[in-house]
């Protein structure tokens, strides 16, 4: 089953599990499983991307068959229908798309003639022309209410939905309990409190974030699937606490993109009352960026060497790139509180003494001469562990590592979330 937008009213998922039993029986299939991608859309992600479908198109030797409603439960692509057809024709399986109000189900079994696959595709060109008509009208329609400074879409933290004045639409308006906890927010990062340890702080008194606090007032239940992993509820990080504190939304502006809409006069087209005043919003802003490590200068994200092989001694958990302003090295250091989780002992090491470090190391064990890369590296399954080191340490801590916080492990085995 698949649905891109699930509401408390819907009742998608029930007809199609209804008519997926139904086709099942009609062809003596057994259903042995359900994977249902509620909340995903098949424009933006393959069969083959899906949290809950994609973990099976990974293991085909322990089913026969898949069934669908329709063909665009499945696909609204032709690419993606493409893949999918030659997925099942290398692996053996029959693809069924029941097909309600139609005669007969459509089946697509390893033996199928041409005209059964190009009837898939003609289907698949179907469904993806009707993605692109509907992208389509609601762009135009949220287009027409920022121009009004109607309401439409998600609605930003720190707001709530409400009447619009005119009488036709929604606007937004302060929602009492998260403004209240925005300003409460913005008054840490006053007093000198760092991103981090907010975050550990709302996580602790189980604050919901924004999507959880959005679901509750909808009637939802908290969590859902992120990056393949179910969640009960979802933790506040630095990264959530910064993009809330940096959207414009919070002076009352209509964003598109992350932006602000403006009028014809050049003005913020305003779909709420502010929840930070203007001046409040820029000062908060310039304390951010002043606390900001800066830009990355030289490898992108998840690029740099020690990626998926340093690893905190205290939680076991990774260590991440963080760079040092105005420096051209930077540090590697536990990722855990900046996911909002809490490690006793959270190690950080600079950047390129490690690396040079895991580089002698790896050398030395395998002979290898020239530049190491972190394919090398994880291909060797290398990885170091580092320990906390004691505060201070005088001119000493200056010269080099303490490599009595170090261990380097070679043959490990690798990274399971790699």
Known sequence: MRLSNVTTVTTSPGRQRTAIQQGAARLALTVIAEAADLGVSARKTSPFERPALAPWLRKPDEYDAIVWSHVDRAVRSVNHMSELLEWAEEQEKTL????????????????????TIRRCMDLAYIAE???HALSARLTGAHE??????????????????????????????????????????????????SLTAIARDLNDRNTPVPRDHHALLQGRSTGGVRHGHTFDRFRWTSGTLSKVLRSPSLMGHRLHRGRSVLDEDGRPVLIGAPVLSRSEFHTLQDLLTARSPGPRRSRGAGSHLLTRVAHCGACGGRMYFRPRKPYIYGDYVCAAPANGLRCPAAA?????????????????????????????LQAAGARVTVTKGRCGGGVDGLSGPDTSRLTLAMGAPSDPAA
Do not use: N
């Open 129 to 131: 022309q009707e993605a």
């Open 348 to 376: 950080a090491m600079r950047s390129d003494w490690l690396e040079t470090y895991v580089i002698d190391g790896y050398r030395a064990a395998t002979g290898a001469g020239g530049p190491v890369s972190r394919a090398d």
């Open 96 to 115: 069924v798309f029941v097909m309600p109000g139609e005669e007969r189900p459509l089946v697509v079994t390893p033996l199928s003639d041409g005209r």
């Open 144 to 193: 027409a209410l920022r121009a009004t400074g109607r309401y439409g879409g998600l609605v930003p933290f720190g707001y709530r939905k409400a009447p619009h004045p005119s009488g036709t639409g929604w606007c937004l308006a302060p929602d009492v309990e998260s403004a209240a906890l925005v300003r409460h927010i913005v008054d840490r990062v006053h007093q000198g409190d």
